[in-house]
């Protein structure tokens, strides 16, 4: 049996122990301070093969997206599962607890809802659709997106475009910021950034998306072209995220170097310094014994010549 792969702390190539949700504002700043010692952030190296747009069977028909990154290793045919959807929090007016729903429930409150948007870790392919069965019901796979390896977008690069799409309608609206509008944001915005790829779908399912009872209730082409407009400076901040994640890193460890370098100077010093003590208190002993000598020596010679007199 093969190892299994490496893990990295916000992609898990293997089934995670629990849920592990996180929010999109917060993924691709934990990224972005990843570090692990070598010259590049690994989410670099862990490309978005192929997203599947999937709608659930029952209830309000959530849906959400299904992301497969490739392993960082050259080769390597691992893939880390992740889900992204859209969801709210309701809170409770007689304490501080919170409720997650999904799709377009309705509430009562008067006061807006902040949207959750977030990325679950799902593990392998293999785990995946039971898992998201379990956390979703039973779902369709509504549309297939495939990118091409030599231009598909990075983990991180994901992390930027989920970021932007949140912050166009970071309050959920039941007819115009629900899942429907997220879903389909983020899949139209991933597919016109990285044109080198390829839908999949019959035109049913396609249909079917960003739909509710018949009507269409998500799609956002201003969304989309204010997403794509500010992706070269959102993307930007993330690479000098990075940037100084890696010189914070590298000055830490130089520092360390450095000190280390010092202290072993200091500690050879201090062998040097012991070891020509030792020296010089071995030659203070000898001269000592050679003035001792000399003294015994004329204390012999008095009294011998004190003896022939006698």
């Not at 880390?80 to 007689?94: E, G, M, N, P, S």
């Not at 799709?103 to 949207?115: D, M, R, V």
């Not at 898992?131 to 549309?143: A, D, F, M, V």
């Not at 960003?210 to 209730?217: I, N, W």
Request: hydrophobic residues 35%; glycine residues 6%; aromatic residues 8%.
């Amino acid at each position: 049996m093969s190892e299994p792969p490496a893990q990295l702390p916000q992609l898990r190539f293997n089934p995670p122990d629990g849920n592990i949700a996180t929010p999109v504002t917060e993924w691709w700043s934990l990224m972005a301070d990843y570090w692990d010692g070598g010259q590049e952030n690994l989410y670099l190296k862990c490309s978005l093969r192929r997203i599947e747009f999937c709608k659930c069977s029952n209830g309000a028909r959530h849906e959400f997206l299904v992301l497969f990154f490739g392993h960082w290793i050259d080769g390597s045919s691992a893939e880390a599962v992740i889900c992204v959807d859209r969801t709210f929090k309701l809170r409770a007016q007689d304490d501080n607890s919170s409720k997650q729903f999904p799709g377009l429930l309705s509430h009562s409150s008067s006061e807006p809802s902040p949207a959750l948007d977030s990325v679950s870790m799902v593990g392998s392919p293999h785990d995946a659709k039971l898992r998201l069965i379990q956390s979703h019901g039973p779902y369709t796979t509504l549309c297939t997106l495939r990118f091409s390896p030599s231009s598909a977008p990075s983990a991180l690069e994901v992390s930027a475009v989920l970021f932007l799409v949140h912050q166009q309608a970071p309050v959920y609206n039941l007819i115009d910021s629900q899942c429907f509008w997220f879903a389909d944001t983020v899949w139209r915005s991933l597919k016109a950034l990285f044109p080198r790829n390829q839908e999949l779908c019959n035109v049913n399912n396609h249909n079917s998306r960003a739909r509710y009872g018949g009507l269409t209730v998500g799609p956002s082409d201003p969304s989309i072209q204010a997403v794509c407009n500010a992706y070269e400076s959102e993307w930007q901040r993330v690479l000098t995220k990075v940037e100084q994640v890696k010189q914070r890193h590298e000055a830490e460890l130089a520092y360390a170097l450095q000190q280390g370098v010092e202290q072993g100077r200091a500690e050879r010093q201090n062998e040097i310094d012991q070891l020509r003590a030792g020296q010089q208190h071995d030659a203070d002993q000898m001269r000592q014994m050679q003035v001792e000598l000399v003294h015994l020596r004329a204390i012999m010679g008095v009294a011998a010549s004190e003896g022939t007199r006698d």
